[in-house]
């Protein structure tokens, strides 16, 4: 094998103002480097004709695949296909393959009619180039090869990109190298660099360390046997703190961990608002093993659903030991669960004071042996504390169940 490289472009002015969020080239980037590709580069470009023309000049010739998203509407602003055919030196042409789409609609006469006006856009590709199918819209995607590299020009509609990437992508050959992730939970950066020195001092594999609000992910990189070796070592090394393989994400390993066990939790959210028990239940069959969750940001809903007391809420306040204890106790109680997990703190950007600024946060969980909290000052915006806050209470559940 041999190394392969991709360049992926997204195209959209609403992406270089702002106004949307590119995702399909982070997308891409995963699954080609699952597949041992090198990313050559990674582009943003404007709704115009000669900017995507240029990027067809500099990357073609130089890449194995150059992949596209986006500009494949119906309106004036999509460009793509126009484009591909400007650096082609060719003109449109409908596609027999949009008859394909436009069947999707039989049952529907009226939505037919409007799909069959796309015709001469969605459903036309420049000549010499094939189409691709989509099998969740309208627009058709476009590949061709030239001067030694595969262009796939694809629309920008996460969804439907996902579906015909995959797609695309099944018939790729392997690269030369692979990669593995593993999410390490409890440390930081610099400490985890530290625990896993010997990994970063092996020459056979590439090591890139990924901090998060959830945690570290580590990526190795490199020939089969070595990444294979390198998550080995790394197993090793940290017995605790590595997710299981195969799992991504920390709610998922407190998902997988309880079913195991037969243990069953609850949560319950003040300054989370909730977003423990949507990760929780992100996961498939969580309900096996999550019985529900009170989101209680008022006062009052932690005294009648929880049973927080008014001498606890008004000597010490909400964000304290006491509320955050009494808080899981509810939880499980209320939820009949095996153990409940609670969180309560001050997001900000306001509600500090010197004693308890900004960032404060209690976590707290009780199960079958008692109550215990902790305390944990949080640096950083709203939304960086609200998540850092879940982690922390998703951590704890799953370190918890472990022991049973």
Same mark, same amino acid.
């Given at each position: 094998?041999?190394?392969?490289?991709?360049?992926?472009?997204?195209?959209?002015?609403? !992406?270089?103002? /702002?106004?949307?969020?590119?995702?399909?080239?982070?997308?891409?980037?995963?699954?080609?480097?699952? !597949?041992? #590709?090198?990313?050559?580069?990674?582009?943003?470009?404007?709704?115009?004709?000669?900017?995507?023309?240029?990027?067809?000049?500099? #990357?073609?010739?130089?890449?194995d695949l150059l992949v596209f998203s986006g500009g494949?509407?119906?309106?004036?602003?999509?460009?793509? &296909?126009?484009?591909?055919?400007?650096?082609?030196?060719?003109?449109?042409?409908?596609?027999?393959?949009?008859?394909?789409?436009?069947?999707?609609?039989?049952?529907?006469?009226?939505?037919?009619?409007?799909?069959?006006? !796309?015709?001469?856009?969605?459903?036309?590709?420049?000549?010499?180039?094939?189409?691709?199918?989509?099998?969740?819209?309208?627009?058709?995607?476009?590949?061709?090869?030239?001067?030694?590299?595969?262009?796939?020009?694809?629309?920008?509609?996460? #969804?439907?990109?996902?579906?015909?990437?995959?797609?695309?992508?099944?018939?790729?050959?392997? /690269?030369?190298? @692979?990669?593995?992730?593993?999410?390490?939970? /409890?440390?930081?950066?610099?400490?985890?660099?530290?625990?896993?020195?010997?990994?970063?001092?092996?020459?056979?594999?590439?090591?890139?360390?990924?901090?998060?609000?959830?945690?570290?992910?580590?990526?190795?990189?490199? =020939?089969?046997?070595?990444?294979?070796s390198g998550e080995k070592t790394m197993r090793h090394?940290?017995?605790?703190?590595?997710?299981?393989?195969?799992v991504a994400t920390l709610e998922e390993a407190l @998902?997988?961990?309880?079913?195991?066990?037969? @243990?069953?939790?609850?949560?319950?959210?003040?300054?989370?608002?909730?977003?423990?028990?949507?990760?929780?239940?992100?996961?498939?069959?969580?309900?096996?093993?999550?019985?529900?969750?009170?989101?209680?940001?008022?006062?009052?809903?932690? &005294?009648?659903?929880?049973?927080?007391?008014?001498?606890?809420?008004?000597?010490?306040?909400?964000?304290?030991?006491?509320?955050?204890?009494?808080?899981?106790?509810?939880?499980?109680?209320?939820? &009949?669960?095996?153990?409940?997990?609670?969180?309560?703190?001050?997001?900000?950007?306001?509600? /500090?004071?010197?004693?308890?600024?900004?960032?404060?946060? #209690?976590?707290?969980?009780?199960? =079958?042996?008692?109550?215990?909290?902790?305390?944990?000052? !949080?640096?950083?915006? &709203?939304?960086?504390?609200?998540?850092?806050?879940?982690?922390?209470?998703?951590?704890?559940?799953?370190?918890?169940?472990?022991?049973?």
């Amino acid at each position: 094998m041999f190394p392969r490289k991709a360049a992926l472009v997204a195209v959209g002015d609403e !992406l270089l103002r /702002g106004i949307g969020r590119e995702e399909n080239c982070r997308y891409t980037a995963e699954k080609l480097t699952a !597949l041992g #590709w090198e990313i050559a580069g990674m582009e943003i470009v404007a709704d115009d004709v000669k900017a995507i023309v240029d990027v067809c000049r500099h #990357w073609i010739g130089s890449v194995d695949l150059l992949v596209f998203s986006g500009g494949l509407g119906p309106t004036h602003d999509d460009k793509t &296909r126009n484009a591909l055919a400007t650096f082609l030196g060719t003109e449109l042409l409908p596609t027999a393959l949009f008859d394909e789409v436009i069947k999707r609609y039989e049952g529907d006469l009226e939505r037919k009619s409007r799909v069959e006006g !796309l015709r001469s856009t969605q459903g036309a590709i420049p000549a010499s180039t094939e189409a691709i199918f989509n099998p969740l819209g309208t627009a058709l995607g476009i590949r061709f090869d030239h001067s030694g590299t595969r262009i796939l020009a694809l629309p920008g509609v996460p #969804w439907e990109f996902r579906a015909m990437a995959d797609e695309a992508f099944s018939s790729l050959e392997r /690269g030369s190298t @692979v990669s593995t992730k593993i999410r390490v939970i /409890g440390m930081g950066e610099t400490v985890l660099s530290s625990r896993i020195s010997p990994l970063l001092a092996d020459a056979s594999l590439t090591v890139s360390i990924l901090p998060s609000p959830e945690g570290v992910t580590v990526v190795l990189r490199g =020939e089969e046997a070595a990444v294979l070796s390198g998550e080995k070592t790394m197993r090793h090394l940290l017995p605790c703190d590595c997710l299981p393989p195969g799992v991504a994400t920390l709610e998922e390993a407190l @998902v997988r961990a309880a079913e195991a066990r037969g @243990v069953t939790f609850a949560t319950a959210e003040s300054c989370t608002g909730g977003l423990v028990a949507a990760r929780i239940t992100d996961v498939p069959g969580c309900s096996a093993v999550f019985k529900g969750g009170v989101v209680c940001y008022a006062d009052d809903i932690k &005294r009648r659903l929880l049973g927080v007391s008014e001498a606890v809420l008004r000597e010490d306040g909400a964000v304290s030991e006491r509320c955050v204890l009494a808080m899981a106790e509810g939880a499980r109680t209320v939820c &009949r669960g095996d153990m409940a997990v609670a969180v309560t703190g001050i997001a900000g950007p306001s509600g /500090g004071s010197p004693r308890k600024p900004v960032g404060t946060v #209690w976590v707290g969980i009780a199960d =079958e042996r008692g109550s215990e909290a902790t305390l944990h000052r !949080l640096f950083g915006d &709203r939304s960086f504390v609200r998540a850092r806050t879940a982690a922390l209470a998703l951590e704890w559940l799953w370190r918890r169940v472990k022991e049973k």
